[in-house]
Every structure is written in structure tokens, then in C-alpha cells.
């Protein structure tokens, strides 16, 4: 296994591989398939489908629920009036 490396003030990759047996270190946990989810949040399909997918349905959510509870007060707005009507007759 080979690694590409980069230093931190560096702007590009260095242009060498590093061999496995070169580096010094041991892992201690690894998480599987980060590095590839990561990788397709930056692209404009992950970004839509990760990010702003779940944005829009939360607030279309709430936008439902704001809707119900305009329609409730109106209803019992309407049902006050009709009470109201029915009790001066």
C-alpha cells in the first residue's frame, strides 16, 4: 500500500509516494467508507442529497404544520360565529 502525503503549508500533494513500510505508526481504529461519503458531499449531487434535500423537507414540514393550525383557528372562528348566530335566534 502506498500513501500520498502533504505537508500542512504545502498547497499540492507531494509529487512521491510514500511506501507502507516507510511510514512509522500504527492504526489504532479505523471507520470504514468516510473518506468515500465525504468525497460525495462535495460533489453537487451529495451536496442537494445530503444537505439541502433534508433542509427542504423540514420546511415544508413546517410549513404543512403552520398550514393546520391557520386552518383550526379558522374553523373555530367559524364555529364561534355560527354559535353565536344560532344562540340570538
Do not use: C, H
Not at 6 to 21: F, I, R
Not at 55 to 82: C, M, P, Q, S, Y
Amino acid at each position: 500500500m502506498n500513501f500520498k502525503t502533504k505537508g500542512d503549508a504545502n498547497n499540492v500533494a507531494d509529487t512521491d509516494l510514500v511506501q507502507s513500510t516507510n511510514v512509522v505508526g500504527k492504526v489504532i481504529f479505523q471507520v470504514p467508507y468516510v473518506g468515500r461519503f465525504i468525497g460525495f458531499i462535495k460533489t453537487p449531487v451529495g451536496f442537494g442529497l445530503v444537505i439541502v434535500l433534508p433542509t427542504l423537507l423540514f420546511i415544508l414540514g413546517e410549513l404543512w404544520n403552520i398550514k393546520r393550525e391557520i386552518e383550526k383557528d379558522v374553523e373555530k372562528k367559524v364555529l364561534a360565529r355560527v354559535q353565536a348566530g344560532s344562540s340570538k335566534s
